[in-house]
């Protein structure tokens, strides 16, 4: 691979000696290249694609749909990746999106369905690729399988480069400190890889790296953040103790100097069955409900939002302002 002549990209650490877990790549996958009959095997998948029993994942793999159906978005571009990865030579480095669904770094919207490598050896895989220009240098990257990842850090610089939402977001969801295994890189490892990078966007990706917090628990709580700064309103301390009858509780926004906690309310809790632990989604809305009102009896005020309020920014600043919260920025047009 072509480095700049800056060291041996062989030396990267590799990715599964550290606590960061790559996806695990679906069993059961059908790939047109393994069959012995190809045209059978062609009749076969066309045929089971149209029942809706297979999906495709990429250019002559597919999954089974039940279990490509249980698998969170970032999961399947991950899944994507892996196949990509089964047909490229070996030496490829993954990038950006791609990079970020491996290492289990999450964003908002959808996933893409091209691959993203920013370099690649000659032969193997022409499928659907995004390449891109930047090559990483060694300490940029991880070893993976035959292959590279970009570090976390190195990932969320060429996020950034793209979106500043997308970056910070990025930023968090890497730094972010109740992770299992724990944070994927560090403040001062993200703003060393910000130091390095030279392009046009050196400015926003500065923003995004020193804005990124270890704190956010969810990309919406992340959204938020930036959408609450952008707004005029004080930036807040995230994910703050509270001391309650049942217990310790943490509030999403905390604004000490106003006394005012700030919830967003998303919907998973009351409906993915791994955050309901067991629970009805009738018990998880009573059990936010008394959080919520032993929260209250400890703060002067308390604002809730959901996703709606992200995507009409107009009226998180009705409901932050509403509940007391003063913003240096005038109201936004809806």
Known sequence: ?????????????????????????????????????????????????????LVRIVRGSYAPAEAWHRLTPMARHAQRVWEAAARMSPGAVFSHHSAAAILGMDRIGH???????????????????????????????????????????????????????????AGDQALWI??????????????????????RSSTRVGRAARFARPGADSVRESHSRVLIVALGFPEPELQHPFEVPSGRVYSDFWWPEHRHAGEFDGTGKYLDPHLLRGRTPQQALLAEKDRGDALRRQVRAL??????????????????????LPAARPRPAR
């Open 178 to 199: 109740r992770r299992a295994g724990g944070a994927l890189t560090s403040s001062a490892d993200l703003m060393r890889a910000a130091a390095e990078y030279d392009g």
């Open 1 to 53: 691979m072509a480095r700049d002549g800056v060291g041996d990209p062989r030396s990267a650490p590799r990715l599964g000696d550290m606590t960061w877990l790559a996806a695990p790549p679906l069993d059961s996958i059908v790939r047109r290249g393994d069959a012995i009959d190809p045209a059978a095997e062609d009749r076969r998948i066309r045929r089971l694609v149209k029942a809706g029993a």
């Open 303 to 324: 604002s809730r939002w959901r996703t709606p309020a992200l995507e009409r920014p107009s009226q998180l600043y009705d409901i932050l302002q509403g509940d007391g």
């Open 111 to 169: 996933w893409p369905t091209r691959i993203d490598v920013s370099d690649e050896p000659s032969g193997g895989y022409s499928g659907n690729i995004s390449r891109h220009r930047r090559a990483a240098a060694p300490h940029e990257v991880l070893r993976w399988q035959d292959h590279f990842v970009t570090t976390a850090a190195r990932t969320v610089i060429d996020l950034a480069a793209k979106d500043y939402l997308g970056g910070v977001i």
